[in-house]
């Protein structure tokens, strides 16, 4: 599978704020998954969206998939300390490359 | 959460020492993965196979080796460790593209 350019690559919020990281790919990807990794931790899937223009929630996480299905992004509203971690997005392919992420950090 | 397991959590060697990383899965799942993972830094392919008596490089240049002679074993072997080896490992499987991590093993190479 391709890689895909995560942006931002560090992000630092107050709790409460909104944080929102985007995924873009210069060809259409078929799918986009997202995984979060806590520091410490190993990388935990959280999604997987296949089809243009896709939109799916997961209590205060919006995904969303282009509808040109060249790029995704990752929506948190309000954020919480729990929030801290890597957030990747990689297309499930043949060989499956992450990139670096976005690092969210949280402050109270 | 998937059932995969890897072992050692932790190991501190010494430079030339032989060691074997195991990572297990219970779950049937033809594809597996070698990460290598600096802090703070991003995951590099280093092995896969797609099933037994598969297995290809990945993109990241790696002295490791693997073997796949049994679905649920995928075990990673440093001939002779460096301290340039020091890092985390970890083992991954999927199904359907999911992917399904195991806990990572932390190498320090002294």
């Known amino acids: 599978g391709q890689q895909v350019m995560q942006i931002p690559q560090y992000q630092h919020v107050q709790e409460g704020e909104d944080f929102t990281t985007y995924c873009n790919s210069s060809?259409?990807?078929?799918?986009i998954q997202w995984y979060k990794q806590r520091p410490g931790g190993h990388p935990v899937f959280l999604i997987q969206?296949?089809?243009?223009?896709e939109v799916k929630k997961q209590k205060r996480l919006t995904f969303q998939f282009g509808e040109a299905k060249k790029n995704s992004s990752l929506h948190i509203t309000a954020t919480q300390t729990t929030d801290v971690g890597t957030y990747f997005c990689?297309?499930?392919?043949?060989?499956?490359?992450f990139g670096k992420g976005t690092s969210l950090l949280v402050t109270p | 959460e998937a059932d995969i397991y890897q072992t050692p959590r932790y190991l501190v060697i010494g430079t030339g020492k032989k060691i074997t990383l195991e990572c297990s899965q219970t779950?049937?799942?033809?594809?597996m993965y070698w990460y290598q993972q600096d802090p703070g830094m991003e995951l590099h392919l280093i092995h896969y196979?797609?099933?037994?008596?598969?297995?290809e490089k990945g993109d990241l240049s790696s002295e490791s080796t693997v073997s796949r002679i049994r679905t649920e074993h995928f075990p990673l072997t440093l001939e002779s460790a460096r301290p340039s080896h020091t890092s985390q490992y970890l083992c991954?499987?999927?199904?359907?593209?999911?992917?399904?991590f195991g806990s990572g093993t932390q190498l320090s190479v002294l």
């Open positions: 060809t259409t990807l078929s799918n």
């Open positions: 990689l297309e499930s392919g043949y060989a499956l490359n």
């Open positions: 196979s797609y099933g037994v008596n598969s297995t």
């Open positions: 969206l296949v089809k243009s223009g």
């Open positions: 991954a499987s999927s199904v359907g593209g999911k992917l399904f």
């Open positions: 779950m049937g799942h033809d594809k």
